[in-house]
């Protein structure tokens, strides 16, 4: 898997794969080894870890699924994208960045996510 | 140093300091050791890349200086913001965001710059 899109968009398949099987086949995929994916309420390592992070996240927003929202912006193996977190009737819940790093084979190291728009200039 | 938001600016002061020494010491401050700062154009590993990278930047925009453009987004030692480029005539040349990981003892160990804004959803 060489291209970054497919990388990440198979990246949120993994967030919507309610089974849990087919999840971790997904997370082998597109995750390095000892890949960490930290968001705000969430900080794991290891594909196991973040294969049980996406069941947490689908008990929390049932029906719930994420979509790319942005192009991929990508330099020095580093890339940024927007995504939303969608319900059933098609409003969208949250919307966030990730922020990530492949290693040298492709796979996904790091993502980091943020949640919302940045705060404004005078919140701190 | 503790404050997030203080380190975040002593570090712009750092891209807007002139003085090599001067620079060298704010660079001392807020970044770790062996800290990475990955910028489309530029990738320095460790104080004293780190210190020529802004040499180079002020060389190639003279009379300009960065100036934090939103408030500081944070969660597990990750964080970020939000700047703009400003010409001697108060015009924006530049903005971008810039995501950032903090070591244990609150120096930064990486900052990852993106220019500009989110390409389009169809762009990748």
């Known amino acids: 898997m060489t291209n970054l899109a497919d990388t990440v968009d198979t990246y949120l398949a993994g967030w919507n794969e309610p089974d849990?099987?087919?999840r971790a086949g997904i997370v082998d995929q597109v995750w390095?080894?000892?890949g960490r994916l930290i968001d705000p309420p969430l900080d794991?390592?290891?594909r196991d870890q973040i294969s049980d992070m996406a069941a947490t996240l689908q008990a929390q927003f049932p029906g719930h699924h994420f979509v790319r929202a942005s192009g991929i912006d990508e330099h020095h193996n580093h890339f940024r994208f927007a995504?939303?977190?969608v319900a059933s009737d098609g409003s969208v819940t949250l919307s966030?960045?990730?922020v990530g790093e492949l290693d040298a084979d492709g796979?996904?190291?790091r993502i980091t996510g943020f949640f919302g728009a940045l705060?404004?200039?005078d919140a701190s």
């Open 20 to 22: 849990a099987p087919r």
């Open 32 to 34: 390095a080894g000892g």
């Open 44 to 46: 794991a390592t290891g």
């Open 83 to 85: 995504w939303d977190l």
């Open 96 to 98: 966030g960045i990730d």
């Open 107 to 109: 796979t996904i190291s």
């Open 119 to 121: 705060p404004a200039a």
